[in-house]
């Protein structure tokens, strides 16, 4: 019982002097041997500045001044952090040995430097084995890491500003006004954090949890679970990461208003086309892999009017990234991209459509898209399945038209959208069995032309809106199609009676060829055959002017009791009215031909007659009035010549 009592007198006395030691050290020595500490701990030079107090209750603990942690030595920007005070408390058995517990933590208005040289180092690599305290290697030896002895109860960080440089790129992020809040309990456990940041002036909050922080400080890959709330919306992840970095998990996004979440995270307000993402919900699987490679899994995408499920690969890692993506969408509505107005449509009679087209998002990235769609609005032009392979290289997309569904036919070909000196768009296709009807009504406004026709078009164009696009349209085609029907005009009553007034034609089959040049089109070989007559036409359609001036030719077929009969009707005005009306005099120069001939013939017969008989003249077959008189005159004068040597 003796070696009890003597075994607790000692450790009371032990307990005595370790206490009463600490009254007797000065504050500053306090300050020395902790920032001798941490500098062994992190490998960085710590100093603390101003007076530094010690507290023994109700925590046991020491607070200072201005305190630095040193940066890298090949950096110039200053001391890696910096703070106008901090408080650490800790348990008491932390003054005998064994690992540090930090029961709380608090530091005020600290400055944050995080820097990446033009050779990949970065200057928060801390905490291993031969590195000196500015931060190198010290003597050549490989560093190794080492476990950092300590956990944290509570941590508060107030007022704090992190600037992140990146040396290679010459990228600089200044953030400003931030507060921090971690609870790490023990080492090898979960640690929690709250973070709130004003990158932009309104709150943007950061919080979560991550799982064996001790192993991950180790380089492991451990749980994190954490989300993001910005002014315009939130993004959550639920998985796996590491430091290097290593990410894996599910991401949520549900962002109301994508301009509003951008500019509360400081990158300013972007103005998304409708149905691109002016607002985003869903999910998918990511995986990011240490050269910056990320993978999206399981994809699906509301984006405001469209959905896009699917996958793709994405390297970050690149000046430019680079995508490579399989994606599927229902009914994908890209008319925002043609400039149609809230309407859809092209404006009716007041033209196409002035807004500028921002095509900027083609120097995002580069790769490849595989898109297949059940059906696409572009605005005027509405198309069903399709299946497309888009390339995008340096602002330049091409669109490889595998499968295109439009107006009951299939169109194959490529289209290409250039931005790379101004906006530029171009193609060749190739159209079989289009329904005419529905595709000139939704194209030009023309409503009256129904038939089903194959096509080829090559064309381009260029300028920052759609109407500058369809007046600087050049190129070729040509149209062939069977049975249609023209309507609001009967070519056979026409022909007939002169009737103009409504009814249909229908004819057998068409064919045209055409060119275009600063946004007209023109033709001069339409020939069309219908039962009873045959059509020629040619002119102009103005494609950026919207206007047409057309010549139509209907001839009425030679029969037994019948002759050719030409009616030519000039087509002339907008495509929303254009007035149709018989050409009168080129109508007589065609049907009158024969008679004024006839009518010329008979009239040089009577004259001549007339001069035989006044003059006493006989026109020989073949010899005009005109030699018959001066021969007649000749025969006088030789005779009366004669006359004067008898």
């Not at 820097?115 to 990949?120: D, K, L, M, W």
């Not at 709330?229 to 290097?244: D, H, I, V, W, Y």
């Not at 490679?293 to 995408?301: I, K, T, Y």
């Not at 009873?532 to 077929?557: H, M, Q, S």
């Amino acid at each position: 019982m003796r070696w009890v009592f003597r075994l607790i007198g000692l450790l009371i006395v032990i307990i005595v002097v370790a206490v009463g030691s600490l009254f007797l050290l000065p504050g500053d020595r306090i300050a020395r041997i902790a920032a001798d500490q941490i500098s062994s701990a992190t490998g960085r030079k710590v100093t603390m500045q101003g007076d530094t107090k010690i507290s023994f209750y109700p925590v046991l603990g020491v607070s200072t001044g201005v305190v630095e942690v040193a940066n890298a030595d090949w950096s110039e920007a200053g001391p890696m952090l910096r703070a106008d005070s901090l408080k650490i408390g800790v348990e008491p058995n932390a003054l005998f040995g064994g690992d540090i517990r930090i029961t709380g933590l608090e530091m005020v208005n600290p400055a944050i430097r995080l820097e990446r040289a033009a050779n990949g180092r970065v200057n928060w690599e801390l905490g291993v084995d031969g590195v000196a305290q500015s931060g190198q290697s010290d003597g050549g030896a490989p560093a190794q890491s080492k476990r950092l002895a300590l956990t944290l109860d509570r941590a508060l960080i107030t007022g704090a500003s992190l600037i992140y440089t990146d040396h290679g790129s010459g990228e600089v992020q200044d953030f400003r006004n931030m507060d921090f809040e971690l609870r790490w309990p023990s080492y090898d456990g979960t640690a929690t954090f709250e973070a709130t940041l004003r990158p932009a002036g309104e709150a943007v909050r950061i919080n979560g949890q991550l799982d064996q922080v001790g192993q991950f400080l180790d380089g492991a890959v451990t749980g994190v679970a954490a989300n993001l709330t910005s002014p315009g919306g939130s993004l959550g992840f639920a998985g796996r990461a590491g430091l290097q970095p290593q990410l894996e998990g599910r991401l949520d996004v549900d962002i109301a208003s994508t301009s509003g979440f951008m500019a509360g995270l400081g990158l300013g307000a972007i103005d998304v086309p409708k149905g691109f993402g002016r607002s985003i919900k869903g999910s998918s699987q990511i995986t990011l892999t240490e050269d910056m490679r990320l993978s999206l899994r399981d994809l699906a995408l509301a984006l405001g009017g469209n959905q896009i499920a699917g996958g793709a690969d994405i390297a970050l890692g690149e000046t430019v990234p680079r995508i490579n993506a399989q994606l599927n969408a229902g009914a994908l509505d890209l008319s925002t991209l043609a400039g149609a107005d809230s309407n859809g449509g092209s404006g009716g009679d007041a033209g196409w459509s002035k807004a500028a087209i921002d095509a900027s998002a083609l120097a995002l990235a580069n790769g490849e898209v595989a898109l297949v769609a059940d059906s696409v609005n572009l605005g005027d032009l509405k198309l069903g399945k399709t299946r497309t392979l888009m390339t995008l290289d340096r602002s330049r997309a091409v669109f490889g038209l595998r499968e295109l569904r439009a107006y009951e036919g299939l169109i194959t070909g490529e289209f290409v959208v250039n931005n790379r000196s101004g906006l530029s768009v171009g193609g060749t296709m190739n159209v079989s069995a289009i329904n005419l009807e529905t595709f000139l009504t939704d194209a030009i406004d023309v409503s009256r032309f129904s038939a089903r026709g194959d096509a080829s078009l090559s064309f381009l164009g260029s300028g920052p809106s759609v109407d500058a696009i369809m007046n600087s349209l050049s190129g070729n085609g040509s149209l062939k199609t069977g049975r249609g029907v023209i309507s609001g005009i009967d070519l056979d009553r026409l022909m007939r009676s002169g009737d103009m007034t409504g009814g249909t034609t229908v004819f057998d089959e068409m064919s045209a060829s055409y060119t275009m040049d600063k946004g007209n089109l023109f033709n001069t070989d339409l020939l069309m055959n219908l039962p009873l007559a045959k059509a020629t036409g040619t002119g102009r359609v103005g494609l950026g002017a919207r206007d047409i001036d057309y010549l139509f030719t209907p001839v009425l077929l030679e029969g037994e009791n019948s002759r050719g009969l030409a009616i030519p009707v000039r087509i002339r005005g907008p495509w929303a009215n254009p007035r149709i009306t018989p050409d009168l005099e080129k109508a007589i120069d065609m049907n009158l031909k024969e008679e004024r001939k006839k009518l010329e013939t008979k009239a040089k017969k009577e004259i001549n007659r007339a001069v035989e008989k006044k003059l006493g003249v006989t026109v020989e077959e073949g010899q005009s009035i005109e030699d018959a008189v001066k021969e007649k005159l000749e025969d006088k004068a030789k005779s009366k010549l004669l006359k004067l040597f008898k």
